[in-house]
């Protein structure tokens, strides 16, 4: 069974730095991408940022290029995102979220999600 | 920016059809994929590229893109439909969108 466990989540002040881990089991993990959607408190869905299998493709929402980095260590089986210069507007339940396609590049289609880890950014 | 408009809510009798519609510019160009969100759970994936089911989801839930419009269509909709439905497409500038989510309630 596919597992994905997210951590790192907390209160912050704005401006300030946190970083979000993925652990992943059940899954050959280095044969898929792997995405990060976030979802403000009852607000919809959005995708953050992306990473293709052997992290040569990533892609990032206008919404936090140039702030928030997104990686992966295929022998920890492990995603991680490194949120810089942090707002207000990115709190948020950060989602982990496993791509349904067996190229290893992004489709778009997630087909497992982890629970989540809360953001506050707040002073 | 790409974005995909949904109905704000749907409401359905059990047993009947529920149909939710999501709009984006020649929307029917990309594929589409639907997520079911019950409340205080993460999201499920019900259907992708716009009309496959993945394994475990029933057969009641089925999907179609055409032009600019994607639509789920719940047939004999069940009091556990009941959740936020969110569209989603890949745009090849903005990455994943998602819809703006449509609250399906079950009267």
């Known amino acids: 069974e596919v597992q994905l466990v997210e951590s790192g989540g907390g209160l912050v002040q704005p401006g300030r730095s946190l970083r979000l881990s993925c652990a992943a089991s059940g899954v050959t993990f280095d044969d898929y991408a792997m995405h990060w959607v976030r979802q403000a408190p009852g607000k919809g869905l959005e995708w953050v940022s992306g990473?293709?299998?052997?992290?040569?493709?990533?892609g990032s929402a206008d919404s936090v290029k140039g702030r928030f980095t997104i990686s992966r260590d295929n022998a920890r089986k492990s995603l991680y995102l490194q949120m810089n210069s942090l707002r207000v507007e990115d709190t948020a339940l950060y989602y982990c979220?496993?791509?349904?396609?067996?190229?290893?590049?992004?489709?778009?289609?997630?087909?497992?999600w982890g629970q989540g880890t809360q953001v506050t950014v707040s002073s | 920016s790409y974005e995909l408009t949904q109905p704000p809510s749907v409401s359905v009798s059990p047993g009947q059809t529920a149909s939710i519609t999501c709009s984006g510019d020649k929307l029917g160009n990309k594929y589409a994929c639907w997520y079911q969100q019950k409340t205080g759970q993460s999201p499920v994936l019900v259907i992708y590229?716009?009309?496959k089911r993945p394994s475990g989801i029933p057969e009641r839930f089925s999907g179609s893109n055409s032009g600019n419009t994607a639509t789920l269509t719940i047939s004999g909709t069940q009091a556990m439909d009941e959740a936020d439905y969110y569209c989603?497409?890949?745009?090849?500038?903005?990455?994943?969108?998602f819809g703006t989510g449509t609250k399906v309630t079950v009267l």
């Open positions: 979220a496993k791509d349904k396609s067996e190229s290893g590049y992004m489709s778009g289609w997630f087909d497992y």
């Open positions: 989603q497409a890949w745009d090849s500038s903005s990455g994943a969108v």
């Open positions: 590229q716009d009309n």
């Open positions: 990473i293709s299998w052997n992290s040569g493709k990533v």
